[in-house]
C-alpha cells in the first residue's frame, strides 16, 4: 500500500503566491523528502527532513514535519511560474535498508 | 545537475522486439534503482539494486530484468516488449544512509 498521500492532487494558484502541498504516511519513518518533477524530465530532490527535525527552510522552501500526525507539509512562498511542476514526498523507512517510498504527488501550476 | 545519464531518450519499437535500457551513473553510488511512471503519474519500483551482482525486484510486477556487474552500469531489458510496457522509465541513483536518490532524465519508450 502507499505509504506517502501527498494533498491535494492539483493546485492551481496566481503567481507570487504561497503554495502548501501536504503529505501524509502510515508508518514510522527515518527521513522525509520532498521532490520535484518538470513535465517529461526526472525527478530533483528538493529538501530532506529528518524524523528528530520539526522545520526546515531552504530558499523560498519550508517543510514541517508532525511525526505524531504522520504529516508533512511543503510551503514554497512567492510562487513563479517556474515553479509549475509535480511534487512528491517520499518516506524512508528503513534508514536507507530500503528504497524510498514515493507518495502519488501533487500537480501545481503557476500562472503568470 | 546529477550525473547519471539514460539511454535513448525516446524510443518507439514494435510488439516482441527486444530492448535493453541503460543507465550509468558517475558518483559512484552503490543504490541503483529503476522505476516506471505514466505522465503525470506516481512512480512504481520495478527493480533496484544495492551494489554489484546484487539485485532486487520492486514493487510492480514487471517482465524486465536487470543486472549489475559494475558500480556505475545498471540496464534494463525487456525480453519481449508489448503496447503495455508504453511508459516513461526513471533510472535513479542513491548514496549514504539519508537514502536520497539522484534521477536521470528518463526513457520515453513506445511500443506499437
Known amino acids: 500500500s502507499q505509504q506517502g498521500e501527498e494533498d491535494p492532487q492539483a493546485l492551481s494558484i496566481q503567481e507570487g503566491e504561497n503554495a502548501t502541498m501536504n503529505c501524509s504516511y502510515k508508518t514510522s519513518i527515518n527521513n522525509l523528502q520532498w521532490y520535484r518533477q518538470n513535465s517529461g524530465r526526472g525527478l530533483v530532490h528538493l529538501i530532506l527532513?529528518?524524523?528528530?527535525?520539526r522545520e526546515k527552510h531552504s530558499g523560498r522552501l519550508r517543510v514541517t514535519l508532525d511525526t505524531s500526525k504522520k504529516s508533512s507539509s511543503l510551503l514554497i512562498t512567492a510562487s513563479r511560474a517556474a515553479d509549475t511542476a509535480s511534487y512528491f514526498c517520499a518516506t524512508d523507512v528503513n534508514s536507507g535498508n530500503t528504497p524510498l517510498v514515493f507518495g502519488k504527488g501533487t500537480r501545481l501550476s503557476v500562472i503568470a | 545537475e546529477a550525473d547519471i545519464y539514460q539511454t535513448p531518450r525516446y524510443l518507439v519499437i514494435g510488439t516482441g522486439k527486444k530492448i535493453t535500457l541503460e543507465c550509468s551513473q558517475t558518483m559512484g553510488h552503490d543504490k541503483m534503482y529503476w522505476y516506471q511512471q505514466d505522465p503525470g503519474m506516481e512512480l512504481h519500483l520495478i527493480h533496484y539494486?544495492?551494489?554489484?551482482?546484487?539485485?532486487e525486484k520492486g514493487d510492480l510486477s514487471s517482465e524486465s530484468t536487470v543486472s549489475r556487474i559494475r558500480t556505475e552500469h545498471f540496464p534494463l531489458t525487456l525480453e519481449s516488449a508489448r503496447p503495455s510496457h508504453t511508459s516513461q522509465y526513471l533510472c535513479?541513483?542513491?548514496?549514504?544512509?539519508?537514502?536520497?536518490?539522484?534521477f536521470g532524465p528518463g526513457t520515453r519508450l513506445t511500443v506499437l
Open positions: 527532513i529528518r524524523s528528530n527535525e
Open positions: 535513479a541513483s542513491g548514496k549514504g544512509g539519508y537514502n536520497e536518490q539522484f
Open positions: 539494486s544495492y551494489g554489484v551482482n546484487s539485485t
